[in-house]
């Protein structure tokens, strides 16, 4: 799926990188996506690397070294090319290769990994970007969509019993360990998947945040199947 969904009152689409990065969150509006149709083979690439482990990061360094058709080689020109506009706005893009991402089974009525709907948080004033050239695209729910799970009672029920004290701190245990990040999605919610080629740009909790940050998560991975992502 390539396709992004316009009707989201909460999603802004753009055509190009500048107006990515530039345009502010406004009201609702806690997701901008720039929309893309790309060329090029990146299922070339994703098959001319053989790892072991769950994900490895691909420098540039490795990217150019790789013997490519040209259909490859135009998919490895867009992936450059994304690299340096994130570095040039100062950003510090990651591209992964993933085959899965490791499960949190620490609390298992409450897993705080990245397939959980959640949010990002920073101390200081950020955004996350990331695109997905290859395999299964991650997705994101409407605010409106989702609850924050520890304002669930019989959750935050559970995790006063975990945390086994009286309230004082109590709040702090749920941010230090993450849980006030994860959310639950209501009946009928309809997640919005990011797509192949977009590079999206999302609101993250922050101190200086004007809106309310964006509800996402990452995709169970399709069995055998590796992703090509870029983050940061």
Known sequence: ???????????????????????????????????????????????????DGNMI??????????????????????????????????????LNLIKYYERDDAFPFFPTDVYSYHVDRSPIPTDTFLCTYYGDASELIPNSQADQKILIPEIRHELQK???????????????????????????????NLGLGHIWRLAIDHPESKVLPCVHRAPVETNGQVRLMLIC
């Open 1 to 51: 799926m390539n396709t992004v969904s316009l009707s989201e009152n909460h999603i802004q689409t753009v055509s190009n990188f500048q107006d990515l990065v530039s345009i502010p969150f406004i009201g609702e509006n806690n997701a901008l996506c720039w929309t893309r149709e790309l060329i090029g083979d990146f299922s070339e690439i994703v098959k001319k690397i053989d790892f």
């Open 57 to 94: 990061e691909l420098s540039e360094q490795e990217l150019r070294a790789l013997q490519l058709s040209e259909q490859g080689n135009l998919a490895r020109e867009i992936l450059i090319s994304d690299l340096q506009l994130l570095k040039d706005h100062g950003a510090s893009p990651i």
């Open 162 to 192: 975990l945390y086994g004290a009286e309230d004082e701190g109590f709040e702090a245990f749920l941010s230090e360990f993450f849980f006030d990040l994860h959310y639950q999605v209501k009946p009928n919610a309809i997640p919005v």
